[in-house]
């Protein structure tokens, strides 16, 4: 069953303008003044300013006059609509094949088959909620049953995410207001002004009296909430994007067929690619049915490629994986996300040395959803900077590790602090209690000094831990430190930690 999620951009105006100009200060309260003729009143208000009583719809001049401290901006629709337009591309490459704008302030997408590369639902909500913090922008994301739930749910309820269990769409609408049920504002003053008050209490009146005084809007709208009538999304794309597609006299429905079709839409996307240079890094197969319902297959390559025979693998993988209902009528196969890629001389069986290419594993692995990476140096001494994640199939990193200190096999995610009995200042610790066990040491080796990166870090000024490498009594081997250097606490809390295994 579909799923769609509703991503709303609560202050994307403001937002806008906060990325634009980094030296506004955060606590500093934004309001957005938009113009028709000789009136001036507020587009847009970010949080600070709402909490001084500034609203959408206030005249300019009283919300000068209530917030001496506002700064008042012109609004720029185009800009607005074209950074919304940018969001929703990258979107498109990041969550789901199938991304549109949805109004002035949102986003809209299908997740069907998208949510399990990231671990469910409600950890792909969080994700997007934090990507998007992270960039800046005050978003709140709702999944649901169908757009109109999702768009509503995003849009009244005030926690981050929301979560609308399958089949749950009426409980979850029917207290909402009638504004959310996206119809234009003179029907909506309409229903107000004949005593309807919320989404349910329309849903439960009988159409034709509807439909009589306000034309097919209405019931329209209720069908799609509900599910009654599909809403299909009409998926974003770029003129540089490279898309080919097939539609088809009389439905295909058959497992055997639909692989033939994919096999020949790679065939015609890899010439398109080989035109322009470019090799596909993510392509979307988006197979549109009878019913108007579409289903997106992904796949992904960790470089560019445009092998015919490895590419329509992929595809043939998962096909299995759409439900054709009463027939496809329309497959599309878009290149999401494509690189520069020159040909490049093959192996020959001239050649002794035959390089062994593991980018078909590390392929296979990505599309089942697994975070295939590789760890690389780099230059820290504190040991949990010391190393980065980066592409499974990216170019060798020239720096090194330090090689002429001991280090564990395994660091892990945090030092974990333990309780000790140590003589300070520099001798390592008797015993160690660590995950409820009480380890007797019976060798040690130590300690080594790291001073903290006060270049990088003003808290790093005086920073020092001394690290032990200590072996208890059942022969395990503990990577510890103490912070601090045992003699002066601005240097740290001379706590303990263990922060990694040996083998």
């Given amino acids: 069953m579909t799923r769609v999620v509703s991503i709303y951009l609560a202050d994307l105006a403001t937002d806008r303008i906060r990325r634009l100009d980094p030296s506004i200060p955060p606590e500093q309260a934004i309001a957005v003044i938009a113009k ?34 506002l700064t008042m901006i012109d609004a720029d ?38 949510d399990h590369l990231q671990g469910g639902e409600e950890p792909m909500l969080a994700r997007i909620a934090n ?70 209490e329309l849903a439960n009146t009988p159409r034709a ?28 794309r770029t003129a ?21 079709y994919v096999g020949q839409l790679v065939v015609q996307l890899v010439a398109e690619l080989q035109k322009r240079g470019l090799g596909v890094r993510r392509t979307d197969l988006i197979v549109e049915k009878v019913d108007g319902t579409p289903q997106a297959i992904r796949a992904g390559t960790a470089k560019p490629a445009r092998d015919v025979a490895w590419l329509t693998k992929l595809f043939k993988d998962r096909t299995e994986k759409i439900e054709p209902g009463y027939g496809v009528e329309k497959m599309t196969l878009v290149a ?19 390089v062994i290419d593991v980018t078909p594993l590390i392929d296979i692995f990505g599309n089942r959803g697994a975070r295939v990476y590789r760890v ?8 949990e900077r010391s190393v980065k994640r980066v592409g499974a199939a990216s170019d060798p990193v020239e720096a090194t590790w330090v090689t002429h200190w001991k280090r564990p096999v395994r660091l892990l ?28 040491v019976k060798a040690a080796d130590g300690p080594e000094r790291i001073f903290g990166e006060w270049w990088e870090r003003n808290s790093e000024m005086a920073a020092v831990r001394d690290y032990f490498v200590v072996e208890d009594d059942a022969g395990e081997r503990l990577w510890i430190f103490r912070s601090g250097d045992g003699v002066d606490t601005e240097t740290g809390s001379h706590k303990w930690f263990v922060h990694g295994v040996f083998a």
């Fill in 36 to 69: 028709s003729g000789s009136k001036r009143w507020v587009s847009a208000a970010d949080a600070a300013a709402r909490k001084a009583g500034v609203h959408v719809g206030m005249q300019a001049a009283k919300a000068q006059a209530l917030f001496r401290g």
């Fill in 77 to 114: 629709s185009a800009a607005d609509a074209a950074a919304l337009e940018r969001i929703a591309y990258w979107a498109l490459t990041q969550y789901s094949p199938i991304v549109a704008v949805d109004g002035l302030d949102g986003i809209v997408m299908d997740t069907e088959g998208a």
């Fill in 131 to 200: 990507q998007f913090r992270a960039k800046g922008l005050t978003a709140r994301v709702a999944i649901a049953d169908t757009w109109g739930a999702a768009n509503a749910c995003a849009r009244a309820i005030t926690r981050e995410t929301v979560i609308v269990p399958r089949g749950e769409t009426v409980r979850a609408v029917e207290k909402l207001p009638l504004s959310l049920l996206r119809l234009p504002d003179k029907i909506v003053g309409d229903l107000r002004t004949l005593g309807f008050k919320n989404i349910g």
């Fill in 209 to 236: 009296p509807l439909t009589l005084r306000f034309g097919p809007e209405v019931s329209r709208r209720l069908d799609q909430m509900f599910g009654s009538t599909p809403e299909p999304i009409d998926p974003i």
């Fill in 240 to 260: 540089d994007i490279v898309e080919v597609r097939r539609a088809f006299a009389e439905p295909i429905g058959a497992a055997e067929t639909i692989n033939k």
């Fill in 336 to 354: 999401v996300m494509a690189e520069p890629l020159e040909e490049g001389q093959k192996t020959s069986s001239l050649v002794e040395d035959e």
């Fill in 376 to 383: 690389a140096p780099v230059a820290s001494d504190v040991p």
């Fill in 413 to 440: 995610a945090r030092p974990e602090q333990v309780d000790v009995m140590a003589l300070m200042p520099d001798h390592p610790p008797v015993w160690v209690m660590w995950r409820g066990k009480r380890r007797k």
